[in-house]
Structures are given as C-alpha cells and as structure tokens.
C-alpha cells in the first residue's frame, strides 16, 4: 500500500463539512424538543413546543462543545473509502485517532508503520496538528450557529400516538420519550448561506425527557439545497439518522450516525453513502494531543 492510501486511512471520521451542515444541524435541530418534564406524557404535551426549543438548544451547545469531560472511544466508519476503526481520544488541543482496524482485519505492518508516520508528524509539527484539527474546529462553528437559529427556524409538532423506540431499554424513573416531527418554518429567513440548507429538511425526532437530550433522529431533504458559497448541493431524496446517548456524567455522545445522499461538489455528483458508530467509551484526563497519541501508542492492536 502506498503512502496516500496510507494517509486516507489514518484520516479522521468526523463528518464532512456537508454532514456537519445537514447531520449536526439535524441533531441539533432535534434536540430542540428537550423541556422541563413531569411524570406523565399528558404533561410532557403541554409544553409548548417552542419552549422545548429554546431549553433544548442549551443542551445540544453542551454535546458539541464539550469543554472540560474528555473521552476515549473507537469509532467504526464504513464508507466508500473502506471499513475502518479507530481508537479516538479527546485531548485539550482537539481529538486525535489511531487506525487500528481496516477492512475487517488486524492492520499490516506497513499499514502500522504509516499510520505511526502520520501521528509523529503531528507531533513534530504543531503546525500539521492545527491544519488537521481545522476542519473539526470549523464544523463545530457550523453547527453552533445552525443550532442557535433552529427554534425558530422549524415548526416542531408532536407526533400522534407518541410512539416510542422499540429497541429503548427502560430504568426506573425513566420517561416516556418526547417524539416531534419538524419541518422547516416558512416565514424564517436564513440569515447565512449554511443555514439556507434548513429550508430542505423534514423528519422525526425521539428525546429523553428526563435529561432533555436528543435520543434519535430521522432526516428526509425533500427538496434541493445549496450550502455554502454555491460550491455544494444536495438532492432530494437523501437520508440522515442520528442516535446519542449518555455515556458519562454530562457527556451525551454519538451513537450511530447515517447518511445516505447525493451531493454535487463543483460539477461533481457524490453519492454520499456513510454509516459510522461508536462504543467502548471512558473518562480520561485532561491531556495534550501530543500526549494523547502517545497513549493512543501504548495500546496493543487487536490481533497483535
């Protein structure tokens, strides 16, 4: 294998600049129904909708920018660059990722070598760290300003019958689960490029009304969109889910992310076809990201 095969698969999995616009500005749009919760779905239903918004975006801005709860986790990508998994930790600087499986198996010793290449270039070079980190810190901008407009941005309804996720293991205490369809608020004016991408998309959202989270979400484009400078489309038809859960105290995280669509970049069309989830998460300490790919270092391969 060469050394940019090498270089894609040591790439991180954090969505793209358009699943960023369209599947964090999903989840954030969902989280929208998170409000202040009784005992009883009858009283979950009074809450105006918008009210649930406003509370819910609070808690959305918490799951993007997470401040000082850091966590490491593997991340399993399958997309039409292969089948990859990642052991990722968060460091004070941004995240960092070691590939540790591809397509299935254990890595190969030239895969290793060049995966351990990439992460002591980073280490090396602040400077080749922030160029990585770039594009994470940029999306996290995006879906920060998108989650601020959404309340008014969607018309959020409850959904007849309230029907609840059938794989929703139940604690005592727990609460029924709020469920809302939204669709985009035609009196709305997006106040940017990246918002005007709201206006194409319907769907179905599932939130914990006890912690007010966003549990899952179901996205539909039903119509056409650009996003940013006109360099991007996206065609009707496509489809997004999004599930988070809790996996630490305060730290709600990804689950299960997926994105089926068609995407025009420039005079190219994509057909974006991602699945991505991730598992096996725990508590680490605050850590540099040059101490946390030496961690990351420390950890035996599977199949090693």
Request: proline fraction near 6%; hydrophobic fraction near 40%; avoid cysteine.
């Amino acid at each position: 294998m060469g050394t940019s095969a090498g270089k894609d698969m040591g790439r991180s999995a954090a969505p793209s600049v358009a699943r960023w616009i369209v599947g964090v500005g999903m989840w954030a749009l969902a989280g929208y129904a998170g409000a202040q919760a009784t005992a009883n779905n009858a009283a979950l239903l009074s809450v105006p909708p918008r009210q649930w918004a406003v509370e819910g975006a609070a808690n959305e801005l918490k799951v993007i920018n997470y401040g000082d709860s850091y966590l490491r986790y593997r991340e399993h990508s399958v997309d039409a660059k292969g089948d990859h998994v990642r052991d990722l930790i968060e460091s004070k600087d941004g995240p960092v990722a070691r590939l540790i499986m591809n397509n299935g198996r254990p890595l190969t010793d030239e895969e290793d070598r060049l995966e351990h290449e990439r992460l002591q270039a980073m280490i090396d070079s602040p400077a080749a760290f922030a160029k990585h980190i770039k594009n994470d810190a940029n999306g996290k901008k995006m879906g920060s300003d998108l989650i601020k407009v959404l309340p008014d941005a969607m018309i959020f309804t409850y959904t007849p019958g309230q029907p609840q996720r059938a794989d929703r293991v139940m604690h005592e205490g727990d609460l029924p689960e709020v469920v809302m369809d939204f669709e985009p608020n035609p009196n709305w004016t997006p106040p940017t490029m990246t918002a005007d991408a709201l206006q194409g998309i319907n769907g179905r959202v599932w939130i914990d009304a006890k912690t007010h989270y966003l549990a899952r979400m179901e996205g539909t484009l039903f119509k056409a969109v650009n996003f940013g400078l006109f360099l991007a489309r996206l065609y009707p038809g496509g489809k997004l889910t999004f599930e988070q859960s809790k996996v630490a105290d305060n730290r709600w995280i990804f689950t299960r992310f997926t994105e089926h669509v068609d995407v025009r970049v420039l005079v190219k069309t994509l057909r974006e076809n991602v699945e991505i989830e991730s598992a096996n998460y725990s508590v680490v300490p605050a850590m540099s990201y040059q101490e946390a790919i030496r961690m990351l270092w420390a950890a035996p391969l599977p199949g090693r």
